[in-house]
C-alpha cells in the first residue's frame, strides 16, 4: 500500500502540475503550517495541517461536517495525501500559496490509475487572513471566460474572488476598462498577483502584464516578501484607495447616480494618475 501511494502521489506530481495547471511560476517559500477554510466551491470545508518528520499531519472536514485525519508526504514545499471524498478514493495535492493555499483533488479508479479529467481545484485561505465584507455593488465571479461584466462590478468584487474567478472576469471587461486600470498601477499589481496563481491565464495576462514590467515570479515572490516583512498591510491599503478611486471614475463614466462634484473630483484624481507614470513594478519596488 506504501509503495502504491507513493506511485501516486508521484504520478499526481508530474501530471496534476501540467494538466492542472494551478499556478504560474513559484509562490516562494511558503510553508503550509496551520487553519485553511475554503472559499467559493469549498466553502465550508477546513483543513488544519502542520509539518511533522519529512511529511505532514492533518485533517480535513468537509462542509457537512465529517472529519478525516490524514498523514500525507511531502513533495517540495506542497503535501500529498490519499482520502476518501464523497465515496470515492482521492488524491489530495495541497500547494501553499501566500493567502493560502490551492488543493487539487483527482479521483483515484479501481486500477489505482489517477481520473485527471474528473479532477478539480479549490480555494483554500489561511485562517488568521481577514476578508473584506462585500458591498451592495458585489456580483459573483463569472463562471466563463466569454461573458461580458461592468468594471464596477468587477471592482466592487474581484478581491473576494478565486484566481480562476479573477481570470474570467478580467478577459470579459471592456477594452477601455483595462486601459483606465492600467493608470491605477496598485489595483493592476492586486489583480495581476491573482492572475498569476490562476490556471490557464495566458489571455489574461498577455493583456493585464503589456507594459507593467514585471513577470508572475517577481509578482509571487513580491507579494509574499510584503506578508513576510509586515508591509502588506500598507500596499493593501493603497490598493483600496485606488479602487475606490478607480471605482468613481468608472461610475461617473458609466453615468452611475453620483454627483458633479464627485465625479469632477473623480477627474482630476484621474489626471493625477495619469500623469504619475507608475507602472505595477515602481508599486511592487516601494514594498520591497
Known amino acids: 500500500m506504501r509503495q502504491t501511494r507513493q506511485l501516486i502521489c508521484i504520478l499526481a506530481s508530474a501530471v496534476a502540475l501540467v494538466v492542472l495547471a494551478w499556478t504560474r511560476g513559484e509562490a516562494g517559500a511558503e510553508e503550509l503550517s496551520g ?23 492533518g485533517s480535513f472536514r468537509d462542509a457537512g461536517g465529517r472529519k ?16 476518501d471524498m464523497d465515496g470515492r478514493t482521492v488524491l489530495v495535492r495541497i500547494e501553499p500559496l501566500p493567502f493560502g493555499a490551492n488543493v487539487a483533488i483527482i479521483p483515484i479508479l479501481a486500477g489505482g490509475q489517477l481520473d485527471i479529467a ?16 462585500p458591498g451592495p455593488d458585489y456580483i459573483d465571479a463569472p463562471g466563463t471566460d466569454t461573458g461580458r461584466i ?6 466592487a468584487s474581484y478581491e473576494f474572488w478565486s484566481p480562476t474567478g479573477v481570470r474570467n472576469g478580467y478577459v470579459s471587461l471592456p477594452d ?3 486601459t483606465l486600470m492600467r493608470m491605477f498601477p496598485a489595483v493592476q499589481l492586486d489583480v495581476i498577483w491573482k492572475l498569476c496563481l490562476a490556471p490557464s491565464s495566458d489571455r489574461a495576462l498577455s493583456i493585464a502584464l503589456r507594459a507593467q514590467g514585471v513577470t508572475c515570479k517577481e509578482v509571487l515572490d513580491g507579494i509574499a516578501g510584503m506578508q513576510r516583512s509586515g508591509s502588506f498591510n500598507r500596499y493593501k491599503a493603497e490598493v483600496a484607495q485606488q479602487r475606490e478611486t478607480l471605482r468613481i471614475t468608472v461610475r461617473c463614466a458609466d453615468r452611475y447616480p453620483e454627483s458633479k462634484e464627485t465625479c469632477d473630483r473623480a477627474a482630476r484624481d484621474l489626471s493625477a494618475q495619469a500623469v504619475a507614470l507608475e507602472t505595477a513594478a515602481t508599486v511592487l519596488e516601494r514594498y520591497r
Open 35 to 57: 487553519t485553511y477554510y475554503g472559499v467559493e466551491g469549498a466553502a465550508g470545508a477546513t483543513i488544519e495541517i502542520v509539518p511533522r518528520g519529512g511529511g505532514f499531519d
Open 118 to 133: 474528473a479532477g478539480r481545484v479549490e480555494t483554500f485561505v489561511r485562517s488568521d487572513l481577514e476578508l473584506p465584507t
Open 150 to 155: 461592468a468594471g464596477n462590478g468587477f471592482l
Open 176 to 178: 477601455r476598462f483595462q
Open 68 to 83: 478525516q485525519a490524514f498523514r500525507a508526504d511531502r513533495a517540495g514545499e506542497s503535501a500529498e495525501a490519499v482520502l
